[in-house]
């Protein structure tokens, strides 16, 4: 019975599965945006600090838009299990590639399940992830302005305040 059900979704079956897998990464990034934001909190980057709590609920936000369109369409989405967090790190430019490190892996799985949609013609789904797409490229893009200000600056005293700064209000 469960599998007749699942073959008269409205959302393509594979599809779901590689959803889902998604919310977990992006339960994950959520968990890992939380322990870097603690870190820097820790260290007296206050700026920083606020740029990854914001991350952390940004990647939770994410999760449940991907959660709530597989339910919304027939499916079953699944609560993740979130486990692996690192929480600690040398430097703030380590947590700074670690994070685009994360948000690259966030970029490929979505063009995979993207590509997979084209190939089994689920339309709906691919146009729901357009969205996650262009905001991919845009967190890919944020966080290699900021390791940037690293090469141009330094990483010591004064010029990592001046980069927390800076991270804190986007510049």
Same mark, same amino acid.
């Given at each position: 019975?469960?599998?007749?059900?699942?073959?008269?979704?409205?959302?393509?079956?594979?599809?779901?599965?590689?959803?889902?897998?998604?919310?977990?990464?992006?339960?994950?990034?959520?968990?890992?945006?939380?322990?870097?934001?603690?870190?820097?909190?820790?260290?007296?980057?206050?700026? /920083?600090?606020? @740029?990854?709590?914001?991350?952390?609920? *940004?990647?939770? &936000?994410?999760?449940?838009? #991907?959660? =709530?369109?597989?339910?919304?369409?027939?499916?079953?989405?699944?609560?993740?299990?979130?486990?692996?967090?690192?929480?600690?790190?040398?430097?703030?430019?380590?947590?700074?590639?670690?994070?685009?490190?994360?948000?690259?892996?966030?970029?490929?799985?979505?063009?995979?399940?993207?590509?997979?949609?084209?190939?089994?013609?689920?339309?709906? /789904?691919?146009? @729901?992830?357009?969205?996650?797409?262009? *905001?991919?490229? &845009?967190?890919?893009?944020? #966080?290699? =302005?900021?390791?940037?200000?690293?090469?141009?600056?330094?990483?010591?005293?004064?010029?990592?305040?001046?980069?927390?700064?800076?991270?804190?209000?986007?510049?």
């Amino acid at each position: 019975m469960k599998d007749i059900v699942r073959q008269k979704l409205g959302i393509n079956v594979d599809i779901m599965d590689m959803l889902n897998e998604q919310i977990s990464k992006e339960a994950h990034s959520s968990a890992a945006y939380l322990a870097m934001a603690s870190w820097c909190d820790h260290n007296g980057l206050t700026g /920083s600090a606020e @740029f990854f709590y914001k991350q952390s609920t *940004e990647e939770r &936000e994410h999760m449940l838009k #991907i959660f =709530r369109f597989i339910n919304e369409n027939g499916g079953t989405a699944y609560s993740p299990e979130v486990n692996n967090v690192l929480h600690d790190f040398n430097s703030l430019q380590e947590i700074f590639e670690s994070a685009l490190d994360q948000e690259i892996a966030i970029t490929k799985s979505i063009n995979n399940i993207v590509a997979k949609c084209r190939k089994v013609q689920d339309f709906a /789904s691919e146009h @729901f992830l357009q969205w996650f797409v262009n *905001e991919q490229m &845009e967190e890919e893009n944020q #966080i290699r =302005r900021i390791l940037e200000m690293f090469d141009l600056m330094g990483t010591d005293g004064i010029a990592l305040k001046l980069i927390d700064e800076r991270v804190k209000h986007g510049e």
